[in-house]
């Protein structure tokens, strides 16, 4: 089976004008990595009722999970539930079940508009879970999930498990070589091994610890592959060169 | 003359893997907000060339300007060049002027390739500006920055009063009132100021400061149409709800 991939889509005019910084993203790009989810796009679009449905369409269609953060309530700039029917080709409704729940978290106090926390896309799909008065609200690969981090971050860490995979496993090197000497290195454990992921990160300066100028990162899910890539990069590799070898997971 | 709008593209598996957390975006995002540009999208990817092609083609069709952050290199791994290049229907040249400047630097120490970093699309300008060794090198809208968070600073910086448009005015209400209570009045003011962007943003506990529980914001570029939209929000809604009336700019 190939493995899961996940896009994010931050919908949001206040992190595109920086009113406000965002901390889902950077929140879910860990989760992700941790539950060995591949990250492929992380898209921030303002709250606008096509860019949303274009949004939704394109990464629902490539990507195994969508996780889409804010847009959500009972304003008229939280466009997300409709954005998101639209590019299903399909329309909001009223869900009873949790127009109940409003009905009963409200009481006297409620107005007519909360209502609309109600409505959702048609097929949506409600997933309960211990601890969430509120269910996460899906439609097909789609998680729609709010704005507000302390919100987002709870309802995600109550579906999370539902997304693991095998893990990633990671071996970094750090050379005091440039990039320029060690390239023609890559290029053929990178062709060699097309199945390892295989990184360059420079410093501007040689680092304080031990003076290496180029973190070198090789990572798979096949933890011998990745093992075998970072041997034959460090056979090629100066040897007076490499200040350290760590491997992670 | 429509206002200038901007797209930022983060390329970079790094980022996606959670091993380095974003600047460029972060930093890029307030410069163009002090610019008066209008920010539209913010899109990250991996290191790939089709994603880096598919990525430029749309957002430099799209937007007035386009930044790119990272894949600037002479790695395996640094394809932004060839993407972008491949994006306009051109190919990666060797520039001359940018290949005397690498022969300077690096005078007898040069590697065959490290003259990589010479290689630009065809029909690229470079924008020389005072204290930049390295021009920033654009092709049309396209402008191509490192990842390297100190030197896209740096480099941004360098060319960014090209870029000033007319700055924003924002004002800011905050109420005491619960969203569901107040959206039947957002929703007039949107309609009869549809020229001024409004959001609404809730707490989830009311504010320490003055037990507010809604931001209010009205933005645009016209001082007076914000003004005109904050006086007809605060007439609908319930003054003594209102904590404060906040004006930037």
């Given at each position: 089976?190939?493995d899961?991939?996940?896009?994010?889509?931050?919908i949001?005019?206040e992190?595109?004008?920086?009113?406000?910084?965002?901390?889902?993203?950077q929140?879910l790009?860990g989760?992700?990595?941790?539950?060995g989810?591949s990250?492929?796009?992380i898209?921030?679009i303002?709250?606008?009722?096509?860019?949303?449905?274009?949004?939704?369409?394109?990464?629902?269609?490539?990507y195994t999970?969508v996780?889409?953060?804010?847009?959500?309530?009972?304003?008229?700039?939280?466009?997300?539930m409709?954005?998101?029917?639209?590019?299903?080709?399909?329309?909001?409704?009223?869900?009873?079940?949790?127009?109940?729940?409003?009905?009963g978290?409200y009481?006297?106090k409620?107005?007519e508009?909360?209502l609309?926390?109600?409505?959702v896309?048609?097929?949506a799909?409600?997933?309960?879970?211990?601890?969430?008065?509120?269910?996460v609200?899906?439609?097909e690969n789609?998680?729609?999930?709010?704005?507000?981090?302390?919100i987002?971050?709870?309802?995600?860490?109550?579906?999370?498990?539902?997304?693991?995979?095998q893990?990633?496993?990671?071996?970094?090197?750090?050379?005091?070589d440039?990039?320029?000497?060690?390239?023609?290195?890559?290029?053929?454990?990178?062709?060699?091994?097309?199945?390892?992921?295989?990184?360059?990160?420079?410093?501007?300066?040689?680092h304080?610890?031990?003076?290496?100028?180029?973190?070198?990162?090789?990572e798979?899910?096949?933890r011998?592959?990745?093992a075998?890539?970072?041997?034959a990069?460090c056979?090629?590799?100066?040897?007076?060169?490499?200040v350290?070898?760590?491997?992670?997971?």
């Amino acid at each position: 089976m190939p493995d899961a991939t996940a896009a994010i889509l931050i919908i949001g005019d206040e992190i595109l004008s920086g009113k406000t910084r965002d901390e889902n993203a950077q929140f879910l790009i860990g989760e992700l990595r941790e539950l060995g989810v591949s990250l492929r796009r992380i898209l921030v679009i303002p709250d606008r009722l096509e860019a949303i449905e274009g949004a939704v369409r394109e990464l629902s269609a490539t990507y195994t999970h969508v996780f889409t953060s804010g847009g959500v309530g009972p304003t008229h700039d939280d466009l997300t539930m409709a954005g998101v029917a639209r590019a299903f080709d399909t329309e909001v409704v009223r869900h009873p079940e949790l127009e109940a729940i409003l009905r009963g978290y409200y009481g006297e106090k409620l107005e007519e508009r909360n209502l609309r926390m109600a409505d959702v896309p048609a097929r949506a799909t409600l997933h309960r879970a211990e601890g969430l008065a509120w269910p996460v609200i899906a439609l097909e690969n789609v998680y729609v999930l709010p704005g507000i981090p302390a919100i987002f971050k709870k309802k995600f860490l109550a579906i999370r498990e539902r997304f693991r995979q095998q893990p990633f496993h990671l071996t970094c090197i750090y050379t005091r070589d440039e990039e320029g000497r060690i390239a023609a290195h890559l290029d053929r454990v990178a062709e060699q091994f097309s199945d390892v992921s295989i990184g360059s990160y420079p410093q501007i300066v040689p680092h304080p610890e031990g003076g290496w100028r180029v973190k070198l990162t090789l990572e798979s899910k096949e933890r011998a592959r990745v093992a075998a890539a970072a041997d034959a990069l460090c056979t090629l590799l100066d040897p007076a060169s490499i200040v350290k070898v760590d491997s992670a997971q």
